[in-house]
């Protein structure tokens, strides 16, 4: 009968102590659904998205600077990708957000260290000293209930990406730098040939009317004015002789060359610009575009640390172990150990305000970063219809000045049959002549104006490509990393 009551007794125990496990389970089950933050939709402050004003029919492919048909341009951009030394930090800055990721994963593994200390007292009759050797180990684990581990790798990677959209983001900055310097060099080769063709021509000029003046048909005043002319033309190639060299510099130096060691680029070509691209729907261009890749992960980091705010507040409980081997002789030092496990709760009770303090600044950090994501879309949605805007009314501006020119080529034509028949002064056909030869200049500017403009449409449309760097090995390591 004893027995049975004994039996009954510790039976009794056993069930309470079932039901104090089962009932703290539950607790922390509960506190784990209730407490934890939930992440909300992230979505663009913006209430409608509209259709751009207008579109073409030809798709951007990611390189987008082979429509030009260049194969000088694809050379550079190439070359670029590899040497400019910008890009190179920024692909450094990209690794090293990896890395952090690494460390701020690495928490969720228990953390071992081991130690070994050895010493001798003396002298040994008085202090009973010797020897004195230990070896140990200590491990501690922080068991995550509440996911503020984990939510803190997910700002980090969150923020990681960001990095790499950043890169991107540079990466296609650099192509259209690249592709703008590019044919700014030769918008300025063409017009100074177009200079020296013009400073030929108005020394023929002053050696017709010379030998006019001597005629006593023409006055000395129309001499220096042809004279002033043709000095105002030579000016002219000295502005665009210094353009050219400042613009091969500057393109040494967006290739990660020096400049001392010079371009050679042949050849002064301008492209002719394709019709106009297909913009797609404004949503596309969200999810296309690096920067606002960028911002949109900026957000999301932003987000994951609000929750591990708030996952701050709650307890933490922590696990613990630790061995040790020691002895006052060497000899015996693994005859004896000893070990001991531990489990630590902390819970915040009165901080003064603080942790809720911080939950308060992440909410605004979150929300700040919505603000910017939001003006980071309109500001793109504004880049496309500038260009597109742009993009049209250059087309009509240039069919204009070349009307203007082909006019101009006519009235002076006119003009110089009139002024050696005697008819006109020579007054009107230098005045034909300086405008002729100001609009073959506005004609080359108009043209290389037309293509920035569609350089800056490509570059508003444009999203990430491929820049020669790989990461796939690394990548595959990272993610089955994350999975662990």
């Known amino acids: 009968m004893e027995k049975n009551k004994t039996e009954g007794y510790y039976l009794n125990i ?70 400019n030394l910008n890009l190179a930090a920024t692909w450094q800055q990209f690794l090293s957000t990896r890395a952090t990721v690494r460390s701020q994963a690495s928490n969720k593994w228990p953390a071992i260290e081991a130690s070994a200390q050895t010493a001798r007292t003396l002298p040994e ?13 200590l491990s ?37 730098e690249i592709a703008t310097t590019w044919y700014q060099l030769q918008a300025a080769k063409r017009q100074l040939q177009i200079t020296e063709d013009q400073i030929k021509t108005n020394e023929a000029i002053i050696k017709l009317i010379r030998s006019r003046f001597v005629g006593g048909q023409l006055r000395a005043v129309d001499i220096l004015r042809q004279a002033q002319l043709l000095e105002s033309t030579k000016e002219q190639k000295i502005i665009f002789e210094t353009n050219i060299q400042l613009l091969k510099n500057q393109l040494a130096v967006l290739l990660g060359k020096q400049p ?15 019709e106009l691209p297909k913009t797609g ?27 591990s705010a708030v996952q701050s507040k709650y307890p933490r409980i922590t696990l613990s172990g630790r061995g040790q081997l020691r002895s006052n002789n060497f000899d015996n030092l693994f005859d004896n150990w000893a070990y001991s496990l531990a489990g630590n709760i902390l819970a915040p009770l009165f901080y003064g305000g603080q942790l809720k303090a911080e939950v308060d600044r992440a909410t605004a950090v979150k929300k700040q970063r919505l603000y910017e994501y939001g003006q ?54 230098l005045l034909g002549l300086d405008q002729e030869q100001q609009l073959r200049r506005d004609y080359v500017a108009a043209q290389l104006q037309h293509v920035q403009i569609r350089i800056a449409l490509y570059r508003a449309l ?16 990272w993610d089955e990393f994350y999975e662990q």
């Open 14 to 83: 056993k069930n309470r102590q079932s039901f104090a496990v089962l009932f703290l389970f539950s607790f922390f089950g509960l506190l784990y659904f209730n407490c934890s933050p939930k992440y909300s939709n992230l979505s663009p402050p913006i209430d409608d998205f509209q259709e751009f004003t207008s579109s073409g029919d030809s798709l951007i492919t990611d390189k987008w600077w082979e429509v030009f048909n260049d194969d000088k341009l694809n050379i550079l951009i190439d070359s670029a990708m590899r040497s």
């Open 376 to 429: 980071a879309t309109l500001v793109a949605f504004r880049e496309v219809e500038d260009a597109l805007t742009q993009d049209m009314k250059q087309a009509e501006r240039l069919d204009n000045i070349a009307r203007q020119l082909e006019l101009a080529e006519k009235s002076n034509k006119q003009l110089r049959v009139e002024f050696l028949n005697g008819f006109s002064p020579y007054l009107d056909v």
């Open 260 to 274: 001392q060691e010079g371009i050679v680029l042949d050849g002064a070509t301008m492209p002719t610009v394709p």
């Open 125 to 137: 009759p008085d202090f009973v000293g010797g020897e004195n050797t230990q070896l140990g180990f």
């Open 140 to 176: 501690s684990y922080e068991l995550d209930l509440w996911g503020r581990i984990g939510t803190a790798v997910n700002a980090e990677k969150f923020r990681s990406e960001a990095s790499y959209f950043d890169y991107q983001t540079l990466s296609l900055s650099l192509s259209a």
């Open 281 to 307: 729907l404004p949503l596309e261009l969200v999810r296309r575009r690096p920067d606002l890749k960028q911002s949109f992960a900026t957000l999301l980091a932003a987000d994951r640390d609000m929750a």
């Open 462 to 477: 444009a999203g990430g490509f491929d820049t020669g760097r790989n990461l796939d090995e690394q990548k595959n390591k």
